[in-house]
């Protein structure tokens, strides 16, 4: 089955650049997802790209692939304390299908 | 529609008692899934249902779980005599079919045995 591993700590400055990096096994997910979680919430859904695509950006946000390393980064621009919380990677086959979690990122962000 | 409802928010139960958590989607959404997540973990899949038909279960989902979705509405997901090892957070979400947008989580309801 699919597993999906992560970073598990991550800390930047206020303002700069974050990367978050993410690898997973099954060449068939056809679905890569990112989530985050702050404390005592739930999980909110950040971003999704398909695996047909290379690069997504989204405002603050960019998502890269790279299928054939099957390999998936999340880059927060301009890091802001807002941001700090847990950024979790996740992989499906199909968009209805159950969705792999990899253990998650802290982001820690100093001001 | 204020999302996905879970109830309740925290239970604490005594070893070997049974419990039951209850799980309400958005509306318009015909699939659910039950999750799992302990401290430091990624969500763990347990179980989804499209309507009322459960379609896939976990091998962490023993014989002392069962979740239950009886008019593809609202889901139960029941744990009989529980353990230490079932203290967690019980993710549910949902989503409508073909939802590539991701699913939309619930708030989840943490379970503490003592």
């Known amino acids: 089955g699919e597993d999906v591993e992560q970073s598990l700590f991550l800390s930047v400055r206020e303002g700069d650049s974050s990367v978050i990096n993410c690898t997973y096994t099954?060449?068939?997910?056809?679905?890569l997802y990112w989530y985050k979680q702050e404390p005592g919430a739930g999980l909110q859904l950040l971003t999704y790209?398909?695996?047909?695509?290379d690069m997504k950006q989204d405002q603050r946000l960019t998502v890269l692939l790279n299928k054939k390393d099957k390999h998936l980064s999340l880059r927060i621009a301009d890091t802001q304390t807002g941001d700090s919380a847990i950024y979790f990677c996740?992989?499906?086959?199909?968009?209805?299908?159950?969705?792999?979690f990899g253990p998650g990122t802290s982001l820690s962000v100093i001001p | 529609d204020t999302g996905v409802s879970q109830n309740p928010r925290h239970k604490i139960t005594k070893r070997g008692q049974n419990v039951t958590f209850r799980c309400d989607p958005i509306?318009?959404?015909?699939?659910l899934y039950w999750y799992r997540q302990t401290l430091g973990q990624g969500p763990e899949f347990l179980t989804y249902f499209q309507n009322e038909a459960q379609l896939e279960k976990s091998r962490l989902l023993s014989d002392r779980f069962s979740a239950e979705r009886p008019k593809g509405s609202f889901s139960t997901l029941e744990i009989q005599r529980t353990e230490q090892g079932d203290s967690a957070m019980y993710l549910c979400a949902s989503s409508p079919s073909g939802g590539r947008d991701g699913y939309t989580f619930g708030s989840g309801t943490r379970l503490t045995v003592v």
């Open positions: 509306s318009e959404h015909n699939r």
């Open positions: 790209i398909f695996s047909n695509m």
């Open positions: 996740a992989a499906s086959e199909t968009s209805y299908d159950k969705v792999i």
């Open positions: 099954d060449s068939s997910s056809t679905y």
